[in-house]
């Protein structure tokens, strides 16, 4: 099994992407790497660097000039290496992770980890591993990325090579393979891209960085242009997002509004045109895309490469003031769209949305190269779960006890962890299932009145995304943890009071839903998907802040032979009430944010398969609750999951070692 260990650090969307996906491609091509994607800042020095990261995107959005007066300074040569001194617990925590861990190759994705891996192997004549650096920046590249040395430094295009070689790095070690854009730029969109001729539309993407206040005037010229049908893309500003809708809003399905988005890809694939600012990751994008960009903003520093190479090598433009853009796009498309059709034909020459594919050919490649002879240790924390069917809808085997948590939030509601990181967090940690259960708010109600002006639920408009993108996850999960990953939603029935308030989740739901049913019609849509639904916090939250939501439980006579289980436990507290009616049970964390792993999860005595384990939940049979806690060190390494259960053995009376408490499910 080749090991690969993957550096990557917060500062800057470009890096984490680079890894990400070099990561998702290594896994793609071969069953005998195992990967792990660590950012050590984050790790090592926690609120420390949450600030320091703060610091960098405000001075980026609203003091871009000082920050070019930063990068500067960081371009000297010899700025990081005379700071390595205040990396000390950086380096101890990398030397550790390479001497416990044995990886065959190392890749980095930020520049300072090459400093501080020389200054752990000054001393020797040669590393253990393959080192990699993969360089982020583009023409412009700050000198800290190559005044410590790598193995080999890979490179988004020629440009960049010729750079990197006029600064001294030797030829030899210089690969000019592309940017590891993701694997969705190798996929043919669903409908291809028309040549924008005649009354063809033109399709227009536009990204709002941080020139938000000028945005409104350039839409509606923009809009003003014949045949224009523009998609704009808003991040997490929920308040833009509304004023754009309702400012927009005559010219109907013209115009498509969204906030934060994981479609990126999908949007660059089927767009003419992207205006947006020299981002790192949204220009390498933009050309694995062959998406013509035009840049509407530069950052000074690494930035400033980016916007040569879109303008330079005329794969779009860049323009100094926003109003020129509906001009430019106007000249673009004249003439039977003779620039746009120059502009793409740059990028067929110069687009390359395999390259992470072809980095990871190089990486595994190098893993062959280091000593073999050294003992070989595990890597990192691996998800082992025992026995793994050939798919998640594969025959599981014998029963056995899982670890399930069926009510977790991600970036898409009020969640802090996208769903890749919800999928990685819980992987790592052994779990057998789990189901991803955003909010979703009913129209008819105030929240859902006013979700457009939060980010605190996902959009109607965004629930194929969430639906796309969970599906695609559920795949990577099971082939690298043998985790089941199932598509939920928290429905959102708030009312004035507690005692109209009702939160219900749907478990392995296959479609959307719509928001706007009434309680027993979602019921039953859920049902008739074949999923589950269970009563959410149903009686009073005493552990932790937030509104009670009583409606289900004061009407429980009612639903109770509508619900398939009752939150018995969530987060910290524990509702008797449902232990007392003998209804059936789960026990889930509510997660928003990774310390509420420490809270109540399920364990479930089946075969691991999802039909199996809902089945196992609407019999409420060999149901159990565990309240997870730090000193468990995985459920799934405990004795438990070792454990041989006769067929005449209660799973009720097997206690996890070390949990703090379990409670034996009933039958009916």
């Known amino acids: 099994m080749k090991k690969v260990l993957i550096l990557t650090a917060g500062f800057g969307e470009g890096h984490n992407a680079a890894a990400r996906n070099l990561r998702d491609a290594l896994e793609f091509i071969s069953d005998e790497v195992q990967v792990e994607v660590l950012d050590l800042f984050e790790s090592t020095y926690g609120s420390m660097n949450t600030l320091a990261r703060s610091a960098y995107l405000n001075m980026v959005q609203y003091a871009p000039k000082l920050w070019g007066g930063v990068y500067n300074l960081l371009d000297n040569s010899k700025f990081v290496e005379n700071r390595l001194g205040g990396f000390t617990k950086l380096k101890n925590a990398l030397a550790d992770i390479l001497h416990e861990t044995q990886p065959d190759c190392v890749v980095s994705t930020y520049p300072v980890y090459a400093h501080v891996i020389q200054e752990l192997y000054r001393d020797y004549a040669e590393k253990p591993f393959t080192f990699i650096t993969v360089v982020t920046d583009a023409i ?33 070690k210089i690969r000019s393979l592309g940017f590891p854009v993701s694997l969705q730029f190798t996929e043919e969109p669903a409908v291809p891209l028309r040549l924008p001729l005649g009354e063809e539309p033109r399709k227009i993407l536009y990204v709002i960085g941080t020139g938000k206040k000028k945005a409104g005037k350039v839409i509606e010229r923009l809009l003003s242009l014949a045949n224009v049908q523009l998609t704009i893309v808003c991040g997490r500003d929920a308040e833009l ?46 050309i694995a895309a062959r998406c013509p960009m035009i840049v509407n903003q530069v ?67 190098e893993c ?116 089941i990953v199932m598509t939920g939603i928290e429905f959102n029935k708030d009312g ?50 937030g509104k009670n939501t009583l409606y289900l439980w ?24 449902v232990g007392m009616k003998r209804l059936p049970f789960l026990g889930n964390s509510d997660f928003h944010k990774p310390k509420h792993i420490y809270s109540w999860k399920t364990l479930l005595y089946c075969e691991k398969e999802a039909e199996a384990i809902k089945e196992c939940v609407r019999r409420n049979e060999h149901v159990s609750i565990t309240l997870y806690r730090e000193n468990n060190q995985l459920v799934a390494n405990s004795p438990l999951r070792q454990a041989t259960v006769s067929a005449t053995t209660d799973p009720r009376e097997i206690i996890v070692p070390s949990a703090a408490a379990m409670i034996g499910a009933h039958s009916h």
């Open 241 to 286: 997002k509304a004023k754009l809708m309702e400012r927009t809003s005559e010219f109907g399905e013209r115009v498509h509004v969204l906030g934060w988005t994981n479609q990126m890809p999908k949007l660059l694939l089927t767009h003419h045109v992207v205006i947006s600012k020299a981002g790192g990751a949204i220009t390498q994008e933009a």
């Open 496 to 545: 004035y009071t507690k005692k109209t308030s009702a939160h219900l989740l749907g478990i392995d739901l296959k479609a959307p839903i719509d928001s706007a049913l009434d309680l027993p019609e979602t019921i039953a849509h859920i049902h008739a998907q074949g999923g589950l639904a269970v009563a959410s916090h149903p009686h009073i939250m005493k552990s932790e802040w």
């Open 554 to 577: 004061e009407n429980h006579e009612k639903f109770a032979h509508l619900i398939d289980a009752w939150e018995i436990a969530n987060r910290h507290n524990i509702f008797d009430c």
């Open 299 to 365: 950052i000074p520093g690494q930035e400033e490469g980016n916007a040569r190479l879109i303008g330079d090598y005329k794969l779009g433009a860049v323009v100094e003031r926003n109003r020129e853009v509906p001009e430019l796009i106007e000249e673009a498309f004249s003439q039977k769209a003779k620039l746009w059709q120059e502009w793409r034909k740059n990028l067929l020459r110069i687009s390359r949305p395999d390259a992470a594919l072809t980095l990871a050919e190089l990486v595994l490649a």
């Open 140 to 172: 412009t590249v700050n000198s800290a990325w190559y005044s410590a040395t790598s193995d080999i430094f890979c490179v988004a295009n020629e440009p960049t090579a010729e750079v990197m070689e006029k600064a001294g790095v030797p030829a030899a």
């Open 368 to 483: 062959e190269h280091t000593d073999t002879s050294r003992e070989k240790i595990k890597l990192f924390k691996p998800a082992d779960t025992g026995l793994k069917p050939a798919g998640p809808g594969a025959s599981a085997g014998a029963p056995r006890m899982l670890l399930c948590d069926f009510h977790i939030h991600t970036s898409y509601s009020d969640g802090k962890l996208t769903v890749p990181e919800v999928v990685d967090f819980y992987g790592r940690l052994g779990f057998d299932c789990i189901c991803i259960t955003d909010h979703l708010a009913d129209p008819r109600r105030l929240i859902g009145k006013l979700a457009r002006l939060s980010n605190m639920t996902v959009s109607e408009d965004q629930l194929g995304e969430y639906f796309e993108v969970i599906a695609r996850e559920r795949q990577r999960a099971w082939r690298k943890y043998g985790m």
